[in-house]
């Protein structure tokens, strides 16, 4: 891993450790935020239709309230075939929630870094929602940029998260909807966008255990999960045993436009939400909750010091 130092790059100057970026086409002549924000204000998530009727699927809302209001909501979908499958899919209100990465040792490397479980008692102040980051960086397909340091060069075409200084997050394609700006703090690559224009990619497999993730013991319906942006600008998470099929239409149901794979198998699958009994209480694993009862992991998992994978938070602003 590589510390910040500049140098002048045609007429701009920029870190070092970006000059890689340059290779992969990633950094430009100004900053680019397309998809970053939108002035849509929504303040609760779009009705959600089952798949196998035109009922609506209650949103609740859960985890400590951020200036008097939900700013996440949960429910769960069944899948389609009927095998008592369900997806849990979350909301997240990204103009009350501020987004942080969290750095592993094991994921994406190294010990030195500032954000890393267990979350400390400062940021578990605000912290309303946690969730598992991508694979390891080996079966990533693409870069990782997080506290100044570039991991993994940030490849071009990559599904990316895009964090900024301010909070915000996004999910888009590297090179076309995102790009390098001096407001990113942090991007998290993970293969290529499931879905795009809010609608599935083409060419996707129902029985595919390796392309979007090697399925463990190759189980079809193995726990996956996905981030996606809406059109307002929110965040929806997507979990549960399912297909890559039932991942990527559950998270166009949930109202993505743009979305990509995150972690997958039971072991590293989780998403869990805080609520203290103060306003300005401790998030802490005794007051979490998961997204479904059935996830092996617990609220605990980000407050474990030998937690060695990335994550993401998503704290009152």
Known sequence: ??????????????????????????????????????????????????????????????????????????TSLAMPDGRDRFAGIAWMNTHLLAARLYSGSLSPGGVSWHYSAPIS??????????????????????????????????????ASLVIYANGNA????????????????????????????GRPVPGLRANDVLAWGMSLHQVVNDWRSGLGVTASGDLVYVAGPLNIID???????????????????????????YSPASPHGLAAPSNGTTLLASMYQTPARF?????????VTMSAR
């Open 1 to 74: 891993m590589q510390k910040w130092r500049t140098v002048v790059v045609g007429s701009r100057r920029v870190p070092v450790a970006l000059a890689s970026a340059l290779v992969a086409g990633a950094l430009t002549s100004g900053p680019t935020l397309a998809g970053a924000t939108s002035s849509r204000v929504v303040d609760a998530p779009a009705p959600l239709h089952s798949f196998t009727s035109n009922a609506h699927v209650a949103w609740r809302g859960v985890g400590r309230p951020v200036h008097g209001q939900r700013a996440v909501y949960v």
């Open 121 to 158: 008692n400062a940021a578990a102040r605000t912290l309303v929602a946690a969730f598992n980051g991508g694979f390891l960086m080996k079966d990533s397909h693409g870069g990782y940029l997080s506290e100044g340091r570039l991991v993994a060069p940030l490849r071009a075409g990559a």
């Open 170 to 197: 996004t999910v888009g394609q590297w090179g076309r909807d995102l790009t390098m700006s001096r407001s990113v703090v942090a991007v998290r690559q993970n293969l290529t966008l499931l879905v795009d224009h």
């Open 247 to 273: 991942l990527a239409h559950t998270l166009v149901r949930a109202g993505a436009i743009r979305a990509m794979v995150l972690d997958m198998n039971p072991l590293w699958t989780v998403f869990a939400t």
């Open 303 to 311: 407050f474990q010091p030998t937690y060695s994978r990335d994550f």
